[in-house]
């Protein structure tokens, strides 16, 4: 609440008759010059001014920010909501449990903990693909989803009940950013305040990086771990710098042949290239009018693929357009254009805006593309894509290359039946010629390993396997799902497809998740939805499935195959992630496309495959049917969009978006202001980071005699760090589970388990492709054990283990980018429970670097230019670490000093850059983490 006024801002605006209380940005020198991002900046400061914590200097500071200047005021930013998925999501509700008895504990009120900013959860992080390319599939899985899951969602539903503030949306709704966009959304917020109502700019963090799907709708936000959505939840601003604001130009359309996805994928590409990291990227120019709110949506939800804190559009006309067509109502819409256009937040392209950096693309040099095969930044054109495979392959296996064609791998060879597995019918053999795509040699191509492998399923399916087979297609994710021209593209081109004769392949897993079931309603009223199905692509559930590595298991046989014999297979998915392992652990190498190529690479079977020149089949007359013959025409597709969607769909849809179905209400529930732990749950249990908590926090220490827990190089990313996916029977986590009575079928995947802080921490740093430089070739979960004779290799869990026995602190080394990827509380929270004091890196990305001091884990840089390797580091030498305690003062220094003491008993001795970067981060690291510190602040 704000106590003081210093610009006398606060005034009233009046909306057809209703007044509201707003606070002008008028009353600050140099607003109008504003980004906008930096406009919603500047009226949260002068809402919560409070002469401490926000001050007339800080407001005065965002009016007079220099563009060209490196960031270095920090503000207190008071986040309007909270927004949470279900992975990250259990974990907050979890701590906020545990924080009631804790308050308890220390001599405080238990209800005291509530969520003082509104907080709400869509559960769309559970379903996995464990039906598919049948009509039963949603069904299916949305039963097994619900036997998985269940404890997780009983205690979801005592939150609800519990919490204050506090609303769930239960599962099989949508995916949580395209709820979020859909309905959830305000662009403005309304809250009464004192007996007033006040309006101000629609502000929210996430539990989930793509929470900058919202940028596209003018919404100010970006993900944020667990722990700092908590301490928001809770009243707690978040300290940051005021930042650089990339400002980008938009002109031109979009090309007939290309589309949105291709887009953000080129846009993604250049700013990862340009460098974005800790900044606000903002649109503008004539061309972003024409740029419609889905595309919008689809390019801000990229923004952690290229690095950006937000992605930025300003409020215009195409914002309120969508606004109506989602069911939100004329007193809404009218609140929305008089607040942007009062406040002087309304797109104007004709406006100079103050901007650091400056970018253009004109949108009609965009060209088809796919992005893989393990970062999204790494696009490929559709043009340029067979000969990149081919070249990238040899990175995966190590096989000889195929010279059966003059050292050209057939195209078919994923697709061709060796002679000796020819069908036995003359008919199917005439099929198989039919089907069977074409060698292409109209100029040389890089030769490639090729292994093909015949397979015969139980359905009588009989196929051959080969390197770069296309294993899984799906249409999934937040990126695509929300985008409806996309996805009817997808559609049509499913429709063109059909009708000229064409089939998926036999080995294709291929499934669609929409984002929501508005998707459902439009794919059925246009009619396009028969089609997909007829080529493999039913709808198994509404969530994020195959993009966050729910993918489910590959059939039986496949997956053996696939294993026995170590093909590379691939995955093509209309995601925004494709790191290494994530997909599927049976997938070495996975492609990101758009809708409509996602279907047609389920047609061609293989990423060995050149669609300019290599036809997809044959029609009824025998004639080559090319990807150009069946490509939705999108004057069709806009044509079908104003034909097949409408507000109804969304409001009748939305109405009930917090019910639930049967499923969800027939859960038994537990009551109560304390939640009543389950010794016995192996996915829910009380988390143990306030055990022996004392109400004052203990002084900081230097750290001493630390060994390195890993070694790793660069672009290790929160995947590689964070448990996720599915884990087997002979790792720690499975160990864990088999000793508590779990079942090997009933594991579940570790996101699902995120509530339970044991099975977390035995996943940290587990990741089947992560390389740990203490061991020689070798990937997975693995460390030296110096506590052991000769330091043998173990698994990272079971040394971590033993250290904290012998009382030794750890140190993780690192290169560039380290923590890039999604926002995971459990990448920081595990780090800091298997001992990790102090992360010593190249580079950090912006929100992995603020969850370890979150946990109260020191977060350190390099000297400028050393690395590990250049200051001779070999991860075998014990360390120590001095200066930190300067922070016992309330003064953070700007570097310690690293003693590294080799076996021969010589050193290395570097200054390393300490990077807690603001006030607010040292109150949190001198107090143990971020919850420590509010908790006692709150008794206090």
């Keep these: 609440m704000s106590t003081v006024d210093s610009f006398g801002a606060k005034g009233v605006l009046n909306v057809n008759g209703a007044d509201y209380e707003i606070f002008r940005l008028n009353t600050v020198e140099g607003y109008d010059s504003l980004p906008y991002s930096l406009k919603v900046l500047l009226e949260n400061l002068l809402r919560t001014e409070d002469g401490a914590n926000v001050t007339a200097e800080h407001i005065t500071a965002i009016g007079q920010w220099d563009a060209k200047a490196q960031p270095n005021t920090e503000i207190q930013f008071t986040p309007g909501r909270v927004l949470m998925q279900d992975f990250t999501g259990v974990p907050c509700v979890v701590d906020l449990a545990t924080m009631r008895e804790a308050v308890a504990d220390l001599g405080g009120n238990p209800d005291q903990i509530n969520p003082l900013a509104p907080a709400e959860m869509v559960i769309d992080h559970s379903v996995q693909i464990d039906s598919f390319g049948n009509s039963d599939a949603i069904e299916r899985n949305m039963d097994i989803e619900y036997q998985r899951n269940g404890e997780r969602y009983q205690f979801l539903r005592w939150g609800q009940m519990a919490f204050d503030d506090f609303k769930v949306v239960p599962p099989g709704m949508g995916i949580v950013h395209q709820v979020n966009i859909e309905n959830l959304a305000r662009v403005v917020m309304t809250r009464e305040i004192d007996g007033v109502l006040r309006a101000y700019p629609d502000t929210c963090v996430g539990t989930d990086s793509h929470t900058t799907m919202e940028n596209g709708l003018g919404v100010l936000g970006w993900g944020v771990g667990g722990i700092e959505a908590e301490a928001a939840m809770l009243g707690q601003p978040i300290s940051m710098l005021i930042p650089r604001v990339v400002g980008f130009k938009l002109s031109g359309e979009i090309p007939a042949g290309a589309t949105a996805t291709d887009v953000v994928l080129t846009i993604t590409q250049m700013l990862r290239e340009h460098g974005v990291v800790g900044k606000f990227v903002e649109f503008y120019g004539e061309g972003v009018a024409a740029v419609p709110l889905a595309n919008r949506a689809t390019i801000g939800n990229m923004s952690p693929e290229f690095g950006s804190t937000a992605a930025m559009f300003p409020v215009d006309e195409v914002t309120i357009d969508y606004l109506r067509l989602t069911g939100r109502t004329e007193e809404q819409l009218a609140l929305v254009e008089a607040y942007a256009k009062e406040q002087g937040m309304w797109h104007d392209a004709s406006r100079e805006l103050r901007f650091s950096e400056y970018l253009e693309l004109d949108l009609s040099t965009v060209v088809p593309s796919i992005s893989g095969p393990k970062r999204p930044q790494d696009r490929i054109e559709l043009t340029d894509a067979k000969q990149q495979f081919r070249k990238d392959i040899h990175n995966y296996v190590e096989h000889t290359v195929d010279t059966s064609t003059n050292g050209h791998a057939d195209a078919a060879s994923a697709a061709s039946f060796p002679a000796s597995d020819a069908p036995a019918h003359a008919a199917d053999e005439e099929q198989d010629a039919k089907d069977r795509p074409r060698h292409d040699d109209s100029g040389p191509v890089v030769g490639r390993p090729s292994k093909p492998v015949g397979i015969s399923m139980p359905d009588g399916r009989e ?478």
């Design 463 to 940: 196929f051959t396997l080969d390197h770069g087979a296309v294993s899984i297609a799906s249409i999934t994710s937040c990126t695509n799902t929300s985008n409806p021209n996309v996805m009817l593209a997808a559609g049509v081109l499913a429709r063109n497809a059909v009708e000229k004769g064409l089939t998926q392949k036999p080995w294709v897993k291929t499934s669609i998740a929409p984002g929501s079931k508005v998707v459902t309603d439009y794919y059925e009223k246009s009619g396009l939805i028969e089609y997909l199905e007829k080529i493999g692509f039913f709808v198994v559930g509404y969530g994020c499935t195959t993009c966050i590595g729910n993918s489910g298991p590959l059939e039986e046989e496949i997956s053996q195959k696939v294993q026995d014999e170590d093909l590379a297979v691939t995955s093509v998915l209309s995601g925004n992630r494709n790191f290494e392992g994530r997909i599927n652990p049976d997938v070495k190498m996975n492609y990101l496309a758009s809708p409509p190529l996602v279907v047609a690479y389920a047609l061609a079977g293989t990423m060995d495959f050149d669609f300019e020149n290599e036809p997809l089949g044959q029609d009824a007359d025998g004639g080559d049917v090319f990807l150009r013959d069946i490509w939705p025409d999108p004057v069709e597709v806009q044509r079908i969009i104003d034909e097949s969607i409408d507000t109804q769909m969304f409001t009748s849809k939305y109405d009930t978006v917090f019910d639930g179905d049967h499923r969800w209400t027939a859960l038994d529930t537990p009551e109560g202001s304390t939640f009543a732990w389950d010794e016995s749950s192996t996915y829910v249990r009380k988390a143990p980071y306030f055990d022996g908590m004392q109400l004052e926090a203990s002084p900081v220490e230097d750290i001493t005699d630390a060994r390195v827990l890993l070694k790793l190089g660069d672009s290790v990313t929160t995947d590689h760090i964070s448990p996720a996916g599915s884990f087997k029977s002979d790792t720690p986590a499975g160990r864990y589970l088999l000793e508590n009575g779990v079942e090997r079928k009933n594991f579940n995947s570790y996101g699902s388990r995120r509530g339970n802080h044991e099975v977390m921490i035995r996943g940290t740093f587990a990741n089947i492709r992560i390389k740990n430089e203490l061991l020689d070739d070798v990937e997975g979960g693995f460390t030296r054990d110096f506590t052991q004779d000769g330091a043998p290799q173990a698994y990272v869990y079971d040394a971590a283990m033993n250290y904290q026995e012998a009382g030794t602190p750890l140190v993780v080394l690192g290169g560039k980018e380290y923590g890039s990827g999604s926002s995971r509380d459990w990448a920081a929270k595990g780090t800091k429970l298997l001992g990790v004091r102090a992360v010593i890196t190249e580079s950090f990305e912006r929100i992995h670097r603020s969850n370890l001091i979150g946990m109260g884990v020191l977060p350190l840089q390099f000297p400028e230019g050393e690395t590990a390797d250049t200051l001779g580091l070999t991860g075998f030498e014990t360390f120590g670490i001095s200066g930190i305690t300067a922070l016992n003062e309330g003064t953070t220094p700007e570097t310690v000093t690293v003693t590294a003491t080799k076996e021969d008993g010589t050193e290395v001795s570097f200054d390393a850059v300490v990077r807690i970067d603001t006030p607010g981060e040292a109150d949190y690291y001198r107090n143990g983490g971020i919850l420590q510190y509010v908790l006692r602040q709150l008794v206090k």
